[in-house]
């Protein structure tokens, strides 16, 4: 059957296309479903540095490319669709995109993970137009302007960094009163001429029309609330993973995570889980890729053993 694939991978990115590469390049008719665009996050990292082989650093998008390529020469095929439901618990395992429905003996889910939200009431409105999660995406658009980020953890405090360098003021906003962030930018930090901090402070409205124009503060010790001007806020809370269409069928962590060990098994024979969607200690680009090459492992055995 044409729709049948001896492993269907949901997501593009490292972890994916690795387990596609090493899938295709073992003779495993392979499929890889990607909702946007090849590269999954890294796609949106204008230079990556601690990729191995790249002295001068790659572009996200350049190696995601790259990673695509490496799986289709061996016979990977692409398809640019959003899954919206999986059926994995049959030894044919269905996977809709709402026009097609494909069947893998094996399954990786390779999702990925993507920014926490404040969860405010315009938040979604505003993302685009005023409201980012990504500084180095979105950066150079606030040139001379104010802008906010949110949080206290290692991304907030290197995005309010690479903002001081760009903006003409940053407002971080942070809901406690020491930072989470590593004692190395603390100093940066503080050396930063235009950075204020708001401790114990907490975003409640996101205000604008279209376009993000300011945003009310609380203070949370004395309750007290504020409304700042702002031409731009950066939303630096941490990440959540991708993990929405297998609540429910595989177990998942309490953030949420696809519970999966260093085999990258999930509870379902044949379905595994790779990169950052999985509970692990580092999510980073070689560790996706090293789960997508012992999930195409895995999968193989399992297959062989059928
Ligand atoms: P993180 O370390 O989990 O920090 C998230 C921050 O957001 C915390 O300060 C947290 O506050 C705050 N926060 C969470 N939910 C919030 C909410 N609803 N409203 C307001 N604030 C909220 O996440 P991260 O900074 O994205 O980093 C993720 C991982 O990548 C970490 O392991 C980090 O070390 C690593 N990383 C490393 C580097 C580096 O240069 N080495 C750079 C970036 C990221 P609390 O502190 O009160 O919990």
């Not at 061996?74 to 959003?82: K, S």
């Not at 980020?149 to 001081?164: E, F, K, P, Q, Y």
């Not at 708001?198 to 376009?211: H, M, T």
């Amino acid at each position: 059957m044409g729709n049948v694939y001896d492993m269907i991978v949901i997501g593009g990115g490292p972890g994916g296309y690795t387990s596609a590469l090493y899938g295709a390049r073992a003779g495993l008719r392979v499929l890889v479903l990607e909702r946007l665009a090849v590269g999954g996050q890294m796609a949106l990292t204008p230079l990556i540095e601690n990729y191995p082989g790249f002295p001068e650093g790659v572009d996200g998008y350049t190696l995601g490319e790259q990673m695509r390529q490496s799986a289709e020469q061996f016979g990977a095929e692409t398809r640019l669709a959003e899954v919206t439901g999986l059926e994995l618990r049959d030894e044919l395992k269905m996977v809709d995109t709402g026009e097609d429905r494909f069947y893998g003996r094996t399954v990786v889910i390779a999702t990925g993970a993507g920014p926490r939200m404040l969860g405010l009431d315009r938040e979604e409105e505003l993302t685009g137009n005023g409201v980012s999660y990504c500084a180095h995406c979105d950066g150079m658009f606030y040139r001379g302007k104010t802008v906010m980020v949110v949080g206290g953890g290692n991304s907030a405090v290197a995005d309010a960094l690479i903002l001081s360098r760009i903006a003409e003021k940053v407002i971080l906003v942070h809901r406690r009163d020491t930072l989470r962030a590593t004692k190395v930018y603390h100093q940066s930090l503080m050396e930063a001429k235009n950075v204020q901090i708001l401790w114990n402070s907490a975003v409640v409205e996101l205000l604008g029309e279209g376009r993000l124009t300011g945003a009310v503060v609380e203070d949370l010790v004395s309750k007290e609330r504020t409304q700042v001007d702002l031409d731009g806020a950066f939303v630096s809370i941490g990440r959540k993973p991708a993990s929405e269409l297998v609540a429910g069928v595989l177990p998942l962590d309490e953030g949420g995570y696809v519970i999966a060990d260093g085999s990258t098994k999930t509870q379902i024979p044949g379905v595994y889980a790779v990169g950052d969607v999985r509970t692990t200690h580092l999510r980073q680009i070689v560790t996706a890729v090293a789960d997508g090459a012992v999930a195409a492992e895995m999968a193989g055995q399992y297959l062989a053993e059928k």
